[in-house]
């Protein structure tokens, strides 16, 4: 019989839980073959997000839970409720951020999964201290096919 996977809640990986965001990894990868990672995010409230960015390797999901996410799609701006689905395919210049008075939650997937060690890098990063800015994660992202968006998308 093939193994099943389940995270009930409180469980599964968590990687960031600071004053910017929480992240609970549900799937790692290691029970999809690598083809599938998810994460559970929580946003508080006038957070901004990551500098905007463009990912070459893997196609990215965001479904919110709740709460009001704004997506920045190169110079398009979406504010999205709970039962939104956003799916940014490689290439395609993103960021997001909590604009609201409360906290957002939503569901993150990657694919394949290598953007799960991303989050454990970023961890990592601000537990010696740096700041999160475009320098400092450039270096991390670069590891993972992904770069600071220069320009934007039609």
Do not use: C
């Amino acid at each position: 019989m093939v193994k099943v996977s389940i995270v009930g809640p409180g469980e599964g990986e968590l990687i960031a839980n600071g004053p910017s965001s929480r992240i609970r990894i549900l799937e790692d990868g290691s029970n999809t073959a690598h083809r599938l990672g998810i994460g559970e995010v929580v946003i508080p409230p006038h957070t901004p997000g990551p500098p905007q960015h463009r990912h070459a390797q893997h196609d990215e999901g965001f479904y919110v839970i709740s709460g009001t996410l704004r997506f920045t799609i190169g110079e398009d701006r979406h504010d999205v409720g709970p039962g939104t689905w956003v799916t940014v395919p490689p290439g395609a210049p993103h960021t997001f951020a909590n604009p609201g008075d409360e906290p957002a939650v939503m569901l993150n997937t990657f694919t394949p999964d290598l953007y799960v060690q991303y989050f454990r890098d970023l961890k990592a990063m601000v537990e010696s201290g740096q700041p999160m800015n475009r320098e400092t994660m450039a270096p991390i992202w670069k590891n993972y096919a992904t770069e600071p968006s220069t320009e934007f998308a039609p």
